[in-house]
Nanobody, 123 residues
Framework: VQLQASGGGLVQAGGSLRLSCATSGRPFSTYGVGWFRQSPGKQREFVGAIRWSGGFVQYADSMKGRFTVSRNNAKNTVYLQMNHLNAEDTAVYYC?????????????????WGQGTLVTVSS
């Protein structure tokens, strides 16, 4: 199982960005895929996650309404659509996979991590 995050970059405040997490290896039908982020000087935090089977999603309360997690089965890819970005959203964003259908916020449940992709929001 491997994950590859991409799509980060520089965006102006108020803008939007879509991150991608390409998955490979064994089938992800029994996995959940989550997005996390880490800002400078802060701990890594949960953004949102999706259960591959069924497409159920969860979000951190502070992300609801602006961020959307989705998946494309045919492309084996999970997306994080981010809207109305602000400077506080500047961070390295990671995707990770958890077995046994888990798609919650506990980072310890996620056993496979991709490399991060940097999002910088300019004010």
């Amino acid at each position: 199982v491997q994950l590859q995050a991409s799509g980060g970059g520089l965006v102006q405040a108020g803008g939007s960005l879509r991150l991608s997490c390409a998955t490979s290896g064994r089938p992800f039908s029994t996995y959940g895929v989550g997005w996390f982020r880490q800002s400078p000087g802060k701990q890594r935090e949960f953004v949102g996650a999706i259960r591959w089977s069924g497409g159920f999603v969860q979000y951190a309360d502070s992300m609801k309404g602006r961020f959307t997690v989705s998946r494309n089965n045919a492309k084996n890819t999970v997306y994080l659509q981010m809207n109305h970005l602000n400077a506080e959203d500047t961070a390295v964003y990671y995707c990770a996979a958890a077995p046994r259908f888990y798609y919650g916020s506990n980072q310890e449940e996620y056993t496979v991590w991709g490399q991060g992709t940097l999002v910088t929001v300019s004010s």
